[in-house]
């Protein structure tokens, strides 16, 4: 989105260090390395201080930059802003792009949000113009840089709420200001941090509350703690459920699944009954599928555009991604997050997957802040993958040793290890990677698949 700095400066309150008023940026982005020409460079304070790579972003095009410590890099024809806090001036941009996007669409729940942002994108982009946030953008940083980020034109943007502590949702429903609003289930993700799904169901609750009485909650039928967030909304209510006999708006009437785990489905909608077709999924992707159908809906689209949204959605990176190698077997890439609800619908799709003469294999890491219930919870994952008849499992991270008697210390020799566990990789087997982010085990996909990573 274009915006001059008087825009940024008097959306900020910031003190322009240097420039000129009418000049002006298109976007903006925190990583220097993903600069480029006419860009802000928003430097913020983690691990490692973004305020050192200024030099860096100007040197790759951008226009300009906001600072803290209101020195000036010397870099001709840039502008400067100074601000008290970069990442609250970031926030202050995203409301600033806000009030020029007509409708923003946000999704929360413990699992799904990313696959059902995908979907829903693809669908309404192709009734209007559609920003939507990259992978799954969905924290302080990732969600006013989807708004900022929209292009010029954007009538809808989607956008994800992800939630590590209460009142999380409730900040992201404040600056995106959605008009429809999605929860897609309440689980077992951040348990640690919450202490129950009760508590969890409260916060993704503050989604619904901050829709006005003209706004849509699209509310999942089919889990209880979510179908109660009705009672908590002025806004239109509308369900969705993959359960075919259970009642709602929109809801999976058939369904069928094939090898390579494309699912063809019926939809019945407030605009018909849709015959749908996804790519790369999963049993559980129904319920994303209907999320996503019953959001387009209420924005317009059309029963031909949930059809052809649903079937060309370009899902993001390790997210039930099925690749084939040149041997012949296939990598279930599962591996950007899990908790125990995403790890059972995983699993279930890769025991379905394999070949008559395939086997069954797994790289699974831990699942992450799930506090006291973290240790059960990871022997019931090893009751899992035993009782689906997994061939071999190596296991990787925290609690690795509950999970499976094949430990390895990083993604790399947990690789190495199921490759010689199994004698080989050899058609028709099928490998499903999995685990919390932190674990990084999308890094082992590369050697699972025999791709060369070498310069």
Known sequence: ????????????????????????????TQDSRRVVPGMLFIPIKGDRDGHDFVAAALDAGAAGYLTERGDVAAAQGTFAIGVGDTLTALADLGRLARERIPDVAAITGSAGKTTTKDFLAAIVSRVAVTGVAPGSHNNEIGM???????????????????ARSPG?????????????????NVGSAHLGVFGSREAIARTKG?????????????????????????????????????DGDRAADVSVAASRFAPDLSAEFVLETPVGRIECETHGAGPHILSCAAGAAAAAIALGASADDVAAGLVGTERSAHRMQLHASAGGWRVLDDAYNANPESMAAALASAAGVAGADGRTLALLGHMAELGPAAADAHRALADLHRGHGFDVVVSVGEHAELVSDNVARDPAEAAELLRRLAGGFRPGDVIVVKASRVVGLEAAVPALLEIRTDP
Do not use: H, K
């Open 168 to 184: 999380d949702v409730r900040w992201g429903a404040e600056l995106v200001q959605p008009t429809v609003g999605v929860v897609t």
């Open 1 to 28: 989105m274009r915006m001059t700095v008087a825009d940024a400066v008097a959306a900020t309150g910031g003190t322009l260090l240097r420039g000129d008023r009418g000049d002006a940026f298109t976007d903006a």
């Open 206 to 242: 503050e989604l619904v509350e901050a829709l006005d009485v003209d706004g849509v909650a699209v509310l999942n039928a089919d889990d209880a703690l979510v179908a109660e967030m009705a009672a908590r909304t002025r806004a239109r209510v509308v369900t969705f459920s993959a």
């Open 144 to 162: 006013p840089l989807t708004l900022v980020n929209a292009p010029d034109a954007a009538r809808i943007v989607v956008s994800e709420i992800g």
